[in-house]
Each structure stands twice: as C-alpha cells, then as structure tokens.
C-alpha cells in the first residue's frame, strides 16, 4: 500500500476506476474522457512503476 500512497493523485484515480467492480477499460476511459488506448498505456506505465517499487520494498527488507 505504501506503494500506491506514493503515486500521483491522477493515477490512484485511474487505477480506482478501473479496479472499481465490474469496471472495464473501455467504462474508464468514458469516465476520464481519454482514449482506450491511452488508458492502457497509462496503466501499463503505472503497473511498472508500482512492480519496480514492490522489488525495491523487498531487496531492502531482505537487507534489513
């Protein structure tokens, strides 16, 4: 969760509307008034960005 916390407000949103039941991307890219395309490519980059910081969250609690 700390993760997510450390995202931009925008894209806590996005990955809210989208992972809101029985949400779609196509439902989510209506809402926020951007392409599917566009809404799978920021999920895409936010999907990394969240990936990269649950690695660098364990490589340093396995340090610890």
Known sequence: SRCVERLQP??????????AEGATTHSTSEQVGR?????YKSLAKIR???FDCVQQTLAREAQA
Do not use: G, M, N, P
């Open 10 to 19: 925008k894209h806590r949103d996005l990955l809210a509307r989208r992972f």
């Open 35 to 39: 392409s599917v395309e566009a809404v």
């Open 48 to 50: 990394k960005t969240l």
